[in-house]
């Protein structure tokens, strides 16, 4: 598998040039998104029926054979819906040339509706009648999209979520927007996974995206040899576009999820779900995010509530809340969380005393496609074993990376494994000795933390010299507002002693 970019990103960003007049920009990718999810159910499709027809048909009957062909069970076992004939690819595709191909790939997608309606009703962009692009627009990108290869380790690429995630990207750099909507990179979402040993249960993700949490949880139960089915998923998103993005991904491996439309801050869909494990990645230092809204018995909020310039301790209150008794957090978090003071500085605090803070670790710079935010990873648990109690495991993992690219670096299969690893030792009990490493990982007390401020900056604890880049942002604006304010106090003093000068030598100042 690719560890870079989908291999036909380009394909897709040449199209949408080529009809920039006909079309705005940022609409294309609902277009665009519906073409990809039938040509790649097509793929899927005819993968595993020349799987079928390789490996199984030689003990089958030669008068059975057509049947067994057809035989939806022996797709839908592998996670791959059966495609009908007016809905696959090659059907659109020998029709493209026809003036009604609107029409005929708004009734693929209904056909696909009716035959999966709890993974696909009102999930698939279906605008192809009404879209202003005719028939030869039409065309092209179907015979663009008919080159596409998926290729191989396709189920775990989470392909709707870097197909949205690409385009986001060419948006921010077309229309000059802040880039601060993006996906979490499938190394990170792995990690967290492993770290939680995501088995069977119930995972939940209140600001799900396009599920790439969830991609990774079936893939490592896939890979375990576990049944999926035992995975109950649920999972909430503030975007409707992104919010069929998700059920689409769900919707390619088989796979059924409750997952929601809606704002997690003021309209909770799963008020009453204890989930045994919570993954996220929020947006990160959300402002303006609707604290007066709050109601003032909302039980999210035992900690207190944050601060109206900043969601991150919403978030982190938001997952708590939702644990089972038993249940376990990880999370992606900006790295001003982890030491910012005032309101927010007092929760964090309550959170650490009421030892539910088990790991914490940092990240490299650039993890993420579209924004080289810095981050860090937080994990939680409500009871912790007696052997963790009082005790969180830091992990400095900056300056552990591979870059794929300029501007993205990712983990490895071994980095993963030895963070896992030194949280594998920390959860069996092994000597603190044998899991501290200088400048790596450390197991300190919540009294060590308390000496700390209640900063919870992994370099601090493992030996590592806090630098710029550990810095958060908001105490550099805050140091660079102390030094300026200095400089504006040093200028008046020069003034007013120059002003007593001239007033000495009966001079007057205008």
């Known amino acids: 598998m ?33 073409l990809v999810f039938l040509r790649y159910l097509s793929f899927a499709f005819e993968e595993r029926r020349k799987e079928i027809e390789e490996k199984e048909l030689k003990n089958i009957p030669e008068r059975l054979r057509a049947d067994y062909l057809k035989d939806e069970d022996m797709y839908l076992s592998k996670g791959v819906l059966y495609v009908p004939e007016e ?27 009716e035959k999966y309606p709890k993974q696909l009703k009102d999930v698939i962009p279906k605008d192809y009648l009404r879209v202003n692009l005719d028939h030869f627009d ?54 967290i996974v492993e770290i939680l ?46 919010w069929k993005v998700c059920k689409m991904n769900l919707a390619i491996r088989n796979t059924e999820g409750d997952i929601r439309w809606g704002d997690s801050y003021h309209d909770d869909k799963f008020f009453d779900l204890r989930a045994d494990y919570v993954v996220s990645n929020p947006p990160f230092n959300d402002s303006g995010w609707g604290r007066d809204r709050i109601k003032p018995d909302d039980p999210r909020f035992k900690y207190g509530l944050p601060p109206e310039n900043n969601a991150n301790f919403v978030w982190i209150q938001h997952f708590i809340y939702h644990l089972a008794p038993d249940g376990k957090a990880g999370f992606v978090m900006a790295n001003g969380a982890l030491s910012v003071g005032g309101q927010e500085g007092e929760i964090r605090k309550r959170i650490i005393e009421d030892d539910l803070v088990y790991g914490i670790v940092a990240t490299p710079p650039k993890m993420f496609y579209t924004v080289s935010l810095p981050a860090s990873l937080w994990f939680l648990r409500k009871s912790k074993p007696d052997h963790m109690k009082g005790k969180v495991l830091f992990i400095y993992a900056k300056k552990m990376f591979k870059p794929i690219s300029r501007r993205q670096n990712i983990f490895t299969e071994e980095h993963i494994a030895k963070i896992v690893e030194k949280f594998r030792m920390f959860e069996r009990g092994e000597p603190e000795e044998k899991i501290n490493e200088l ?31 550990d810095i958060p942002f908001e105490e550099k604006m805050s140091e660079y507002s102390r030094e300026l304010a200095e400089l504006f106090k040093q200028e008046r003093e020069l003034m007013e002693k120059i002003n007593n000068v001239f007033k000495s030598l009966g001079w007057e100042i205008r």
């Open 2 to 34: 690719r560890e870079k970019d989908l291999n036909f990103e380009d394909k897709l960003w040449k199209a949408a040039d080529r009809l920039r007049k006909k079309i705005e920009v940022h609409e294309y990718k609902y277009v665009v998104l519906g």
């Open 87 to 113: 809905a696959h690819w090659d059907y659109i595709k020998k029709n493209a040339n026809q003036q009604n191909i609107g029409e005929i790939i708004d009734k693929a997608i209904e056909t696909l509706e």
């Open 138 to 191: 039409l065309a092209d990108l179907i015979n663009l999209f008919s080159d596409i290869d998926f290729g191989d380790g396709h189920l775990g690429k989470d392909i709707f979520g870097r197909v949205y995630e690409y385009f986001l990207g060419k948006f921010t750099e077309v229309e000059g927007k802040k880039g601060g909507e993006f996906y979490t990179p499938r190394s990170l979402t792995k990690l």
């Open 197 to 242: 040993d995501v088995k069977e249960g119930r995972i939940f993700d209140p600001a799900c995206g396009s599920g790439g949490f969830f991609v990774s949880a079936l893939e490592k139960l896939q890979r375990e040899g576990l049944d999926k089915e035992q995975l109950s998923i649920y999972g909430q998103e503030s975007k409707e576009f992104v």
């Open 439 to 469: 400048g790596f990982a450390k197991v300190a007390s919540i009294e060590d933390i308390a000496k700390n401020g209640y900063v919870l900056t992994p370099g601090r604890y493992v030996g590592i010299k806090q630098d710029e880049e």
